[in-house]
T-cell receptor, first 115, second 114 residues
Framework: KAGVTQTPRYLIKTRGQQVTLSCSPISGHRSVSWYQQTPGQGLQFLFEYFSETQRNKGNFPGRFSGRQFSNSRSEMNVSTLELGDSALYLC??????????????FGQGTRLTVV | ELKVEQNPLFLSMQEGKNYTIYCNYSTTSDRLYWYRQDPGKSLESLFVLLSNGAVKQEGRLMASLDTKARLSTLHITAAVHDLSATYFCAVDMIPNFGNEKLTFGTGTRLTIIP
C-alpha cells in the first residue's frame, strides 16, 4: 500500500514568489492535513481538508492557503514568500468516517528554502 | 489554547538503560499520539492512546496516558542504538467532531550511546 506522497521533495524560491506543494494521500484516505516544521517553532498545524472542504485552520497568515480535489489530493499554496517560510512542510492523511478517524500518516515532506 | 510540553528536550542514554519521556498538555483531550522522526525523515506513528489508563507496548517502548493528570509517558526499556531519534507527542483538540488539529510537543531528541 503506497504511503502519502509529497511533491516536490525540495524547492528553492526567492522572496516574493509563490509556491504550490502537492500531496497525494494514502488510497482510501479522504482527510488531508498540512503541518509546518521549523527548528524554532517546531511542528505547527496549518489546515485540514476533508471532502474538499477546509475543516480546521491553524494560526497562519492568509498567504497560506490550500485546497483539496475530488480525488482527495491536496495542494498548499504560499504567496509572497518570506525568508521565515523556509521550512519542512509535511502532509498527512487519515481515514475518517463520522467522528472516527485513524492517526495521521505523514509523507516525506517538502523542504522549502526561501532565499 | 492547547499547549503541549515535553521533557526532556535532549536525552543521552547508555545502551541497556531505562528512561522515560514525559508529555504534559494543558486542556482536556482524549486523543494522544506518539511519533518518531529520524534525521531528515518524516514522522512515523508509534502509538495512539484514546482513553484514560491506556497503555500500549511495542518492543522496548511503552506508552501510557493519564487524562486526569493530562500526562502521557513514553518509557524506554533497555535502550538500543536503533532507538536514537526524535520523539514527539501530539494531542488532538476536543471536541473535534472527527476533524484533526494536532498540537505537537517540542520533541525529545534521544541519543543512545554504546
Amino acid at each position: 500500500k503506497a504511503g502519502v506522497t509529497q511533491t516536490p521533495r525540495y524547492l528553492i524560491k526567492t522572496r516574493g514568489q509563490q509556491v504550490t506543494l502537492s500531496c497525494s494521500p494514502i488510497s482510501g484516505h479522504r482527510s488531508v492535513s498540512w503541518y509546518q516544521q521549523t527548528p524554532g517553532q517546531g511542528l505547527q498545524f496549518l489546515f485540514e481538508y476533508f471532502s474538499e472542504t477546509q475543516r480546521n485552520k491553524g494560526n497562519f497568515p492568509g498567504r497560506f492557503s490550500g485546497r483539496q480535489f475530488s480525488n482527495s489530493r491536496s495542494e498548499m499554496n504560499v504567496s509572497t514568500l518570506e525568508l521565515g517560510d523556509s521550512a519542512l512542510y509535511l502532509c498527512a492523511s487519515s481515514f475518517r468516517q463520522g467522528a472516527f478517524r485513524t492517526e495521521a500518516f505523514f509523507g516525506q515532506g517538502t523542504r522549502l528554502t526561501v532565499v | 489554547e492547547l499547549k503541549v510540553e515535553q521533557n526532556p528536550l535532549f536525552l543521552s542514554m547508555q545502551e541497556g538503560k531505562n528512561y522515560t519521556i514525559y508529555c504534559n498538555y494543558s486542556t482536556t483531550s482524549d486523543r494522544l499520539y506518539w511519533y518518531r522522526q529520524d534525521p531528515g525523515k518524516s514522522l512515523e506513528s508509534l502509538f495512539v492512546l484514546l482513553s484514560n489508563g491506556a497503555v500500549k507496548q511495542e518492543g522496548r517502548l511503552m506508552a501510557s496516558l493519564d487524562t486526569k493528570a493530562r500526562l502521557s509517558t513514553l518509557h524506554i526499556t533497555a535502550a538500543v542504538h536503533d532507538l536514537s531519534a526524535t520523539y514527539f507527542c501530539a494531542v488532538d483538540m476536543i471536541p473535534n467532531f472527527g476533524n484533526e488539529k494536532l498540537t505537537f510537543g517540542t520533541g525529545t531528541r534521544l541519543t543512545i550511546i554504546p
